[in-house]
């Protein structure tokens, strides 16, 4: 399975927790992010290699937080992708990846 095929198997899997995918990137929502990231750790073994922020500088989703996931069991690497904002606080994800921490 090529990786466009797995993140599409991916957005049909998580419809509540995925709203769009491109490539290797799954878009997310804040209120989705832990139990999706859950899924993907505990389903198909993904481990956190990766936690970059950027500033978008816009009033609105000025703030983009990509997770990097990679599994050694079906050979894939993805992009997990989220908005955030300057008022309210993303959900620490150190629980479910202790290297995130």
């Known amino acids: ?8 198997s991916l957005h049909h899997q ?7 995918t491109s490539g290797d990137e799954l878009r997310s929502t804040r209120s989705a ?4 990231l859950l899924a993907l750790r505990d389903r ?8 970059v922020v950027t ?4 009033a609105v989703g000025r703030f983009a937080l990509y997770y990097v996931l990679v599994s ?3 050979n894939a690497r ?3 992708t989220i908005c955030g904002s300057e008022t ?7 629980s479910i990846f202790p290297a995130a921490g």
Do not use: E
């Open 1 to 8: 399975m090529n990786l466009h095929t797995f993140t599409k």
């Open 14 to 20: 998580y419809p509540g927790l995925i709203f769009a």
């Open 33 to 36: 992010l832990r139990p999706l």
């Open 44 to 51: 198909y073994n993904f481990t956190i290699v990766d936690l």
């Open 55 to 58: 500033d978008r500088l816009r």
């Open 72 to 74: 050694h069991t079906y």
């Open 78 to 80: 993805i992009v997990v």
């Open 88 to 94: 309210i606080a993303t959900p620490s994800v150190k």
